[in-house]
């Protein structure tokens, strides 16, 4: 059975940083492209970056400079350091396993999701 733990979510004000956790298990990170989504209330669910198994990376230009993702395969974790936080950068964020066609990510199996509020 394969699951997505998600951590590291909290309260911070903008500019400051927070960096998110997913650990799997009954899945190896690195035979697999994980992505990490984001859904606010009353938006729809938003791509944030992925990690293909080459280490290929791919961000939504929402987050391109300020986030970065990575993978530690002795761990089987993936990070999502996020910098410079901004108000709308608040969501639900959740770690994904999926598959990429072409240029388009689609994820298939969802961790229960770790909430970030950027407020002052």
């Known amino acids: 059975q394969v699951q997505l733990v998600e951590s590291g979510g909290g309260l911070v004000q903008p500019g400051e940083s927070l960096r998110l956790s997913c650990a799997a298990s009954?899945?190896?990170?690195?035979?697999?492209?994980v992505g990490w989504y984001r859904h606010s209330p009353g938006k729809q669910r938003e791509f944030v970056a992925s990690i293909k198994t080459t280490g290929t990376l791919n961000y939504a230009d929402s987050v391109q400079g300020r986030f970065t993702i990575s993978r530690v395969n002795a761990e089987n974790t993936v990070f999502l350091q996020m910098n410079n936080l901004k108000p709308e950068d608040t969501a639900v964020y959740y770690c994904?396993?999926?598959?990429?066609?072409?240029?388009?990510?689609?994820?298939?199996?969802w961790g229960q999701g770790t909430q970030v509020t950027v407020s002052s």
């Open positions: 009954g899945i190896i990170f690195s035979e697999f492209v």
């Open positions: 994904t396993v999926g598959n990429y066609v072409s240029t388009s990510y689609y994820p298939h199996i």
